[in-house]
T-cell receptor, first 117, second 112 residues
């Protein structure tokens, strides 16, 4: 079945450590997004990518980095510079609608919950 | 200042009740308004609204957009315990990147 797979489901980070969250999709979607969700805050955009080898900062990019070497993969690294990394991280993807000509919604993975040790 | 404002932030009802969730947004380069349902993990897509006054319906859920007053409502009739979730509203404010701006969500609890 096509979908978006995020791993791991739970992750613990030690002080000063970088950790990488995986996001893989087999939907042949061009655009991919990373969001952070905190209680009572809704979803906030960290980074997004519309095409391989290109990505843009979102609203809260500080302390995070991404890469987009393959269409199906968009990993997020939470660096030691991110002082408050405890949150639920959601990855999303979207078809660019070139075939259907219609505006397409974003679809989400099941998320990774990151906590500080 | 928040661009997308949802109300109420939380709501508790009994099974069988009808609920209305509200979402107001800013007009800058508006392209569409989306509703998602989030239970424990992934938000699942419910509706995308682009035109004013046209109701979208799926079973007991329906939604409508008012582009003049800049708001949308999500109605759920004959609520069931399985409707308990966070309901997220998001605005697609145009541009080639299709970025979404989310509201804080409405936490709906349906008691038996």
């Amino acid at each position: 079945d096509g979908g978006i797979t995020q791993s791991p489901k739970y992750l613990f980070r030690k002080e000063g450590q970088n950790v990488t969250l995986s996001c893989e999709q087999n939907l042949n979607h061009d655009a991919m997004y990373w969001y952070r969700q905190d209680p009572g805050q809704g979803l906030r955009l960290i980074y997004y990518s519309q095409i391989v080898n290109d990505f843009q900062k979102g609203d809260i990019a500080e302390g995070y980095s991404v890469s987009r070497e393959k269409k199906e993969s968009f990993p997020l690294t939470v660096t030691s510079a991110q002082k408050n990394p405890t949150a639920f991280y959601l990855c999303a993807s979207r078809s660019d609608g070139r075939i259907s000509q219609a505006n397409q919604p974003q679809h989400f993975g099941d998320g990774t919950r990151l906590s500080i040790l | 200042e928040d661009k997308v404002v949802q109300s109420p932030l939380s709501l508790v009802v009994h099974e069988g009740d009808t609920v209305t969730l509200n979402c107001s947004y800013e007009v800058t380069n508006f392209r569409s308004l989306l509703w998602y349902k989030q239970e424990k993990k992934a938000p699942t897509f419910l509706f995308m609204l682009t035109s004013s006054g046209i109701e979208k319906k799926s079973g007991r859920l329906s939604s409508i957009l008012d582009k003049k007053e800049l708001f949308s409502i999500l109605n759920i009739t004959a609520t069931q315990t399985g409707d308990s979730a966070i309901y997220l509203c998001a605005e697609d404010s145009g541009g080639s990147n299709y970025k979404l701006t989310f509201g804080k969500g409405t936490l709906l609890t349906v008691n038996p």
